[in-house]
């Protein structure tokens, strides 16, 4: 059952604050990657960062990296800035160009930059803020909150920012609506029905991936060792690891439920338990902006872990309850990716700026 939004309010023009922004943005990390390719300071890339093991950086040697990143990020505050004006009959190879430029360097700073560190701060934040006040986990704060988490989260940043206005320039350029992508004619898989139907699959196994990656977590905390052996599992016990990964364990659970919540009722509507929500529709973007955060970071975070060389030897050991929900991972954001737009084309109604839906 496909539930119908309240209607379109009047012109809304938040799709084209997307360009400007991400030339702006882009274009201070960009002077801060020249600056630190003048001083030779502050690039927390590659060598320089201790825990980039997972990092498709760590390949890329320290002398080239600032240099690299000032042009890139520099060239993409240019290509910004250009599709923060209109442009609707601009030549076809031009079109291609901008587009195209905007959206790799903007896959790659929302994808290969960021690697695991982002989805493991994610499922750690809520233990480390509850747990501050009283000294657990005991860890080191600034050993958590460096200069190389914070790039790595300006990167994400940078990288939808500039994404999203390449796809907004292309819309503009293609003569469609740039808030929703309608045009006069609208693809069958696109429709409400369509989205249903595939969304589901989508969804089912956005779910499964994280359920089978806390079963293991869960079960070590219980004191079973479900794929490793029990010297391991008591080694866990007494430094704590268990619990940490109890807490990871918890917040893939909470996911995937909410994953599940992009084709059942009750992603739709507040639950009656729920009180002054009960009833009333959830808003599109309460769901489909986390969820596509999320879908981005676990991308990133399995595009780091294929890149690694020690989870092709974990893949070549053999079947293992242990190693197995890693292997799961490269299907997991693709389909929250997937999950979430079935989500938008079902849920989002007719839209503010065109009037088509």
Known sequence: MTITDAPPRPSIRRPDRLAPLAAGWLGLWGLLAL???ITGAGYPFGANDPHGDTNLLRLLPVRFGPPLFAAVLLTAAVAALGMSRPAPHSPRPLRVLLAGYGLAVGVFLAVVVPDARLLVMLGYAPMLIVGAPFGWPPVDYSDVFTWALFARFAAEVGGLLLAGAALVWWR????????????????GWT???AAARWGRWAAGIAAAVPLAYALTRFAWAAGVPLGISRDFLTEMQENGAVWAGFGLGAFATV?????LGLVRRWGERFPRWMPGLAG???PVRLAVIP???VAVAVTAATLGLVGNPHFWALASAGFNLATAPMLLWPAWGPALGLATYAYHLR???????????
């Open 347 to 357: 849920r989002r109604g007719g839209c503010g700026r065109c009037g088509r839906g």
């Open 291 to 293: 969820a596509t955060l």
């Open 35 to 37: 600056l630190a390719t």
């Open 172 to 187: 503009r350029t293609a003569e469609v609506c740039p808030a929703c992508g309608r045009g006069d004619a609208e693809r």
């Open 255 to 259: 996911g995937a439920v909410l994953t």
């Open 280 to 282: 009333r529709p959830v």
């Open 191 to 193: 429709s409400p029905a």
